[in-house]
């Protein structure tokens, strides 16, 4: 779901489905427990968003998730992780085999995350903006005791805005320079990238969070890329001014997120580099997994404590 301009610069399509799952039900699909399952893979950002909101909140009884392998081909995520290949729920190899229930036409990528009426086994959405933010806001009914305010309604407001920003110059801004079609906007994708991070490197320098003093939904946002420079971003994707072990901010505060419950369990570097390395066959032709980085340093102190902050405000951490 995405495209290179004639002037070389990468462009995503963000026109997803925009079928939403709510409370009230009012787009035909009403909060249900056990009625849907999320598909995921622990390789793509945006799906792993999904999956710590889902963990942070306790979400697990009430809706399923399941595992698309690291790699895929041109058709689709697939569930080679699985028995015999396929979703023991959905009863499916390919996660286009739900998108086609939804739309037997299916103009477009067959992405993750996606949420999935089990029932008909057609795709309900797969906005993965809009999904989390449901997470927090229409599942209420269904949040585990002690389950932390990721979308705070008095910080809403300033969450988007930096959320968006983040989205724009950071989460895509790193294809944006991968997947540059020419030096030149190559050059300027790369000026842009780091001129955010260094935005919030500033921002994060005197306090804890993103907004507010606790975790937000601008947090899950940002982390999933920084989980994901060093192995991937810096070399693959040609962002190599600093890896994010030479931010001392960032690198700190990453960290720190990664040594939270539901942040650093969800993350497996190994599918992480598999799908990057494997998958861009433009980017990389041999298709060879580097060994690096050295990942022991994600668990170091990170000394952000000092800055204050209650990470779960007045909730608790998932078990």
């Known amino acids: ?26 787009d035909g699909f009403p909060v249900e427990p056990g009625r849907y399952r999320l598909i ?14 889902r ?15 690291p790699t895929h081909d041109a058709r689709s995520w697939t569930f080679d992780l699985d028995p015999g290949g396929v979703d023991p729920v959905l009863g499916i190899p390919r996660l286009q085999d739900a998108y086609f229930r939804r739309d037997p036409k299916y103009p477009k990528g067959i992405t993750v995350p996606a949420i999935v009426d089990v029932p008909t086994g057609a795709v309900v959405t797969n906005d993965f903006a809009q ?17 932390p305010q990721l979308y705070p309604e008095p910080l809403r407001a300033e969450i988007d805005e930096v959320a968006r920003r983040i989205y724009t110059e950071i ?9 540059a079609g020419s030096q030149e906007s190559y050059e300027a994708a790369y000026d842009r990238l780091f001129a955010a991070l260094d935005w919030v490197s500033e921002r994060l320098s005197a306090q804890r969070y993103l907004v507010g003093d606790t975790i937000t939904e601008a947090d899950v946002r940002l982390f999933t890329t920084l989980a994901r420079f060093d192995p991937v971003y810096h ?17 700190a505060y990453a960290r720190d997120l990664f040594q939270t419950p539901g942040f ?47 990470p779960f405000g007045d909730g608790t951490p998932p078990e």
């Open 55 to 69: 963990r942070l909140l306790g979400l697990e009884d009430a809706l399923s998730i399941g595992y698309c392998g």
């Open 171 to 179: 989460n895509n801004g790193v294809y944006r320079c991968g997947f």
């Open 40 to 53: 995921v893979a622990r390789a793509c950002p945006w799906a792993n968003r999904a999956i710590i909101v």
């Open 264 to 310: 650093g369990d969800t993350v497996d570097f190994d599918q992480i580099k598999a799908h990057y390395y494997i998958v861009h066959k433009d980017i990389n032709p041999t298709q060879f997994v580097p060994k690096g980085p050295e990942l022991s340093g994600w668990t170091t102190p990170h000394g952000r404590e000092a800055l204050g902050g209650r």
């Open 131 to 147: 999904m989390t933010l449901d997470f927090s806001t229409e599942w209420t009914d269904y949040h585990r005791a002690g389950a």
């Open 1 to 26: 779901m995405a495209y290179v301009s004639p002037q070389g610069e990468f462009n995503r399509d963000t026109n997803y489905i925009p079928t939403r799952v709510t409370a009230d039900g009012r």
């Open 235 to 251: 070399g693959h994707f040609k962002c190599n001014r600093s890896k994010l072990s030479e931010m001392p901010v960032l690198w």
